[in-house]
């Protein structure tokens, strides 16, 4: 897996697997999860500008352009845990960042 800048090496990178639903996996055109190598210790801005960077179609749709915050009806969790109004520069979970469970990105339903 590589990123605009090439492949990231060494012990410093995860491998972070990421669920996307189903209107986005048919825009960024994957089938099923995704896995998306991240430096350091994965945040949920690291993975979102891994995830973008790969599938630049995916821009603006999670996050929005100019701010980068949360798209009203997007949440995110990971590890039975709704992430969706934590920083964005918060370290996940360790099993998200070994690979043992997935980063979960939802589109939230309104309510009525």
Known sequence: MSSPTGPPTGRDTSIVRVVLP?????????????????RGHPTQRSVLDALEARY????GTIRDHATQRRRAF??????ER???HESPDAP?????ASG???????GAMADG
């Open 22 to 38: 189903a209107h986005l996996r048919v825009l960024a055109q994957v089938d099923g999860e995704v896995e998306l190598p991240v």
């Open 56 to 59: 630049p179609a995916l821009r």
């Open 74 to 79: 997007v949440r995110f969790f990971a590890c």
């Open 82 to 84: 709704d992430l969706s």
């Open 92 to 96: 996940l979970p360790p099993a998200v």
């Open 100 to 106: 043992t469970e997935p980063y979960l990105v939802v």
